[in-house]
């Protein structure tokens, strides 16, 4: 118990999560997003357009599903445009902090010594613009792990081992 | 030393008459289709026939229980450090577990062991849902010595470090009764608790019975409605507080039966650092709870149980397996009607200390409008829009909308003023509920993750929710002060990342 102390720690002084500066995703992930995007509504149009050609009784209303269709397109571009920009992440001396969401704001901090492990993902798509995505993982379940995608690849594998690093050494340290 | 376990056995021989009962069981499900059929012709079929099919199965049934039960043994490898087990009849399978792979031996009694004096010894591995190995038919003292010696056994491996390995024999040998929950109490929770459930079946019955006499008015071809004129308003009144107070004793009648049959005869002994939970009326179940292992202490009391001092805990340990929040709330464990004594003495052995309240953060009083918007607004413009563009017919409810907004109101206000968040250096408290008050207790080294939402229309009344992650289940507290909210996330992800401490 020698050089033990137990001092009141001052609150105000702990560093600030919020303060810190988040890096945004990759530009080119953006990329990837309106790739999945065109991907899905083309589709959506197609079946739209044929469904069109061969059921007759739904032509009287081209001009209402279209104008609905149109505003759904429009949001969703707006939606994953503001999500994009929020999103956002940082790794710490002790945690790794990320943000994201459109219509509301989550900030998710895991501290290093939660961890239970870290996944390295490459998409079909994102892997043709050289991007990929962490997932981290703890043991509080499916809602507390965090998913950063639009990562460059290389950036990510030095990323996880700075991770896979944290977590042996917590592990050396508890012993 | 009575029986060490080292050397392969076989389960008690009554144990036969369980094999039976299960291989009966077994045979029926798969012939049950058969069985109808017989049922259904067994005027037509030559009884002789019949019987003989009949003691042939049995006989096939009486054989193969006895094969089973020849074939399963068990014992200890103390050697390579491993719980094994051998069994089948033509597919013979070696099951190997090493002590430290198992999370939790349970010992739990059916019925038909129950009658014939046996006991079900299961034991719980990490990384699989199902329980892997069940031994169906053990003596009470056997099963008790068998479970303590995997326990101990994985204990031991798994802490070497811990130097605890010379008091446990000593300890092992005397366990303490802790805590026995006495008829009385079981009695006080049972006509006590789920009041809010039986108010909403109550709801749903006398708007299902409403629709019932409107169906019945027109099928009877009357012209008006006969609630106004044909029926005696008195009669009516009567008969309708008749059937509400019938359904309310009915439902207090169930609770209080179901609560004494799941938890008759509740007892808790302390065995080295583990507590033993027993209980059940015909199914006794038997869990163990480690504190380590518990990642929430949750307890509950309505205004009834705080006058007869009793609380309602529920406890959630990591579960080895990965499950969603819903299952976990399920899995939690329930120890129901303890007095404040008790409660203090389990949450000073679950926690190490008995919490205290501190600081008290308040919600804001925007999460009153926005309760109000999520449980009345919303559904009542849909209802409203319902009625008016769709189902016209569906306007005839229209007469349960106060009574439907007064209890969701209520509900709302009470809910609001009960919620809080109490932050100590040791533990994060969050009380909440409208009628059944419940208090969250989390230690901060439980945390897994933080995560911390703010929904734009928020961001000018800096307000916003947090949420507290641990591996038995999350806990959110919101809407409050977003400022406030961000120096206690600050300050919790210190304590988690400066202790050496361990969630588990």
């Known amino acids: 118990m020698e050089g033990y102390t137990n001092e009141p720690i001052n609150t105000a002084a702990l560093p600030r999560f919020e303060d810190v500066e988040l890096t945004p995703l990759h530009p080119s992930y ?4 309106w790739l999945n995007f065109a991907m899905v509504y083309g589709i959506i149009s197609i079946a739209a357009g044929v469904a069109f050609y061969f059921i007759e009784e739904l032509r009287p209303y081209w001009l209402p599903i279209t104008i609905c269709y149109v505003v759904i397109v429009l949001l969703s571009i707006f939606i994953s445009l503001v999500s994009f920009r929020n999103k956002g992440y940082a790794f710490r001396t002790h945690d790794a902090i990320y943000r994201s969401g459109a219509i509301s704001l989550t900030t998710t901090i895991i501290p290093y010594n939660r961890v239970q492990h870290v996944a390295l993902h490459e998409g079909f798509i994102a892997r043709a613009f050289g991007l990929a995505q962490i997932e981290i993982f703890t043991a509080g379940g499916d809602k507390s792990d965090i998913q950063i995608s639009g990562i460059e690849k290389q950036q990510a594998e030095k990323i996880k081992q700075l991770l896979m690093g944290k977590i042996i050494k917590e592990e050396a340290n508890e012993e | 030393m009575k029986n060490n376990f080292s050397q392969p056995q076989r389960q008690s021989l009554i144990g036969v008459v369980v094999m039976f009962a299960d291989t009966l069981q077994s045979a029926i499900r798969a012939l049950w289709f058969i069985l109808i059929v017989w049922i259904l012709k067994i005027d037509e079929l030559n009884k002789i026939y019949f019987i003989i099919g009949a003691v042939a199965v049995l006989i096939g049934v009486s054989l193969i229980a006895y094969l089973k039960y020849r074939n399963f043994t068990f014992f200890l490898d103390e050697e390579n450090e491993e719980f094994v087990v051998h069994k089948g009849i033509w597919n013979k399978s070696r099951i190997a577990i090493p002590f430290d792979k198992i999370q939790q031996v349970n010992i739990n009694q059916s019925i038909i ?53 010379d008091g446990l024999e000593t300890e092992d040998n005397h366990n303490h009764s802790f805590i026995q929950i006495s008829l009385l109490s079981l009695f006080k929770t049972g006509i006590t608790s789920n009041y809010t459930r039986s108010f909403a079946l109550l709801l749903a019955f006398v708007i299902t019975s409403f629709q019932y006499i409107e169906d019945f008015v027109k099928v ?21 507080s008749f059937i509400i107070v019938g359904i309310m004793v009915l439902t207090l009648i169930i609770n209080l039966v179901r609560t004494i049959v799941k938890y008759y005869n ?63 709330k399920k899995t939690a464990i329930e120890i129901p009607g303890c007095n404040n004594a008790e409660k203090d003495l389990l949450m000073r052995f679950l926690l190490e200390k008995i919490p ?22 919303i559904p009542l413009g849909i209802f409203f829009s319902l009625a008016y563009y769709a189902f016209p017919s569906i306007m005839e409810y229209a007469i ?19 919620s809080r968040l109490f932050v100590t250096d040791d533990f994060i408290v969050k009380q909440s509920g409208a009628w059944d008050i419940d208090n969250d207790f989390i230690a901060p080294h439980k ?24 591996a038995g289940g999350t806990i959110s507290f919101g809407l409050a002060d977003y400022t406030r909210l961000k120096q206690l996330v600050n300050y919790w992800l210190y304590q988690v990342e400066a202790s050496p401490r361990n969630w588990m």
């Open chain 1, 30 to 33: 953006l990329k990837v997003i």
């Open chain 2, 220 to 240: 009877a071809g009357y012209d008006e409605d006969p609630l106004d004129q044909y029926i005696n308003t008195e009669v009516l009144l009567r008969f309708i």
């Open chain 2, 266 to 328: 509740f007892k808790i002994t302390r065995q080295q650092d583990s507590l033993l939970l027993s209980y059940g009326l015909i199914n006794t179940k038997n869990t163990i709870i480690r504190p380590e292992k518990v990642q929430i202490v949750t307890i509950g009391r309505n205004y009834f149980q705080k006058r007869l001092d009793i609380n309602d805990i529920k406890i959630r340990q990591a579960s080895g397996v990965e499950a969603n929040d819903k299952d976990q």
């Open chain 2, 113 to 165: 062991q129950k009658i014939i004096g046996v006991h079900a010894l299961e034991v719980d591995t990490a990384g699989s849902s199902g329980k892997e190995v069940a031994i169906r038919a053990i003596s009470h003292d056997a099963a008790l010595a068998l479970k303590e010696r995997l326990l101990e056994a994985g204990y031991k491996k798994k802490a070497v470090t811990k130097e605890f390995a």
């Open chain 2, 400 to 418: 349960f909308v106060p009574v439907y907004v007064l209890f969701v109101a209520i509900m709302i206000y009470f809910a609001f003023s009960h």
């Open chain 2, 447 to 470: 945390i897994q993750t933080i995560s911390l939402t703010q929904y734009f229309w928020h961001k000018s009344s800096d307000i916003g929710i947090v949420t507290l992650h641990t």
């Open chain 2, 356 to 377: 205290e309240r501190g600081i008290a953060l308040k919600p804001s009083i925007r999460k009153i409008i926005m309760e109000a918007i999520g449980l009345l607004i």
